[in-house]
């Protein structure tokens, strides 16, 4: 494995439905990220974290809430989600951000919204 | 804002053959990343290029950062059919809160 994980690695479902993907990583790092990933898109940069502290939101959408309840854990909460929502979900973690060494990337959560 | 283009977004070669694909950032860069990206996988980090001109190599790829800081490159040479993948390059642009903008990435398939 990476280092990162996340959980679960594939969720679908319903536009009413509430669900939260979980982040976890092991190496220390200070900055974690969500990044969306839809087909023939460049990776979408969602939320930044920084020391447990948001630092950057790219006007996302409030059906995404994100958590970092700790500098090793991120959540992303979603509720309500369009169908066009549907992406591969992607956690990352750096030692600082901007990073100076590169992300690592954990394995992604696939989100169908049916 | 700060756009980093790869273009084109997809390349097929033969076996063997040499491949190249660049990325270009409308502003200077503090640094440059490249990774890559296994059909059904995760962007992985390959390598990070910081000084101008300058030239790393890991085994038969040799990545090379632009005398500007502005564009880099990517060669493989004889490429292989585990070389399959969507490569993206990603920089920093220059100054302070910067972030890293990835490009839409080139994926690149193989023919045995």
């Known amino acids: 494995e990476t280092g990162v994980t996340q959980t679960p690695r594939h969720l679908v479902m319903g536009m009413t439905n509430k669900k939260s993907l979980k982040c976890e990583q092991h190496l220390g790092h200070n900055a974690m990220y969500w990044y969306k990933q839809s087909a023939k898109k460049p990776l979408e940069l969602m939320f930044v974290y920084s020391l447990e502290e948001r630092v950057e939101n790219n006007s996302v959408p409030s059906r995404f809430s994100p958590e970092c309840p700790n500098s090793s854990h991120l959540f992303l909460h979603l509720h309500t989600l369009q169908p066009e929502d549907s992406a591969l979900y992607l956690c990352?973690?750096?030692?600082?951000?901007?990073?100076?060494?590169?992300?690592?990337f954990g394995s992604g959560t696939r989100l169908t919204v049916v | 804002g700060q756009q980093v283009m790869q273009i084109p977004q997809y390349q097929h070669v033969q076996e063997g053959e040499d491949f190249t694909t660049y990325c270009n950032s409308s502003t200077t860069l503090s640094n440059i990343q490249w990774y890559k990206q296994r059909p059904g996988g995760h962007p992985v980090f390959l390598i990070q290029l910081v000084k101008s001109g300058e030239v790393k190599k890991q085994k038969r790829l040799t990545f090379q950062f632009g005398e500007a800081k502005k564009n880099s490159s990517l060669h493989i040479t004889a490429t292989q059919t585990t070389d399959v993948g969507t490569y993206f390059c990603a920089g920093v642009m220059a100054g302070a809160n910067s972030k890293l903008t990835f490009g839409k990435g080139i994926t690149l398939s193989v023919r045995p």
């Open positions: 990352a973690s750096s030692q600082e951000t901007p990073p100076s060494y590169g992300y690592t």
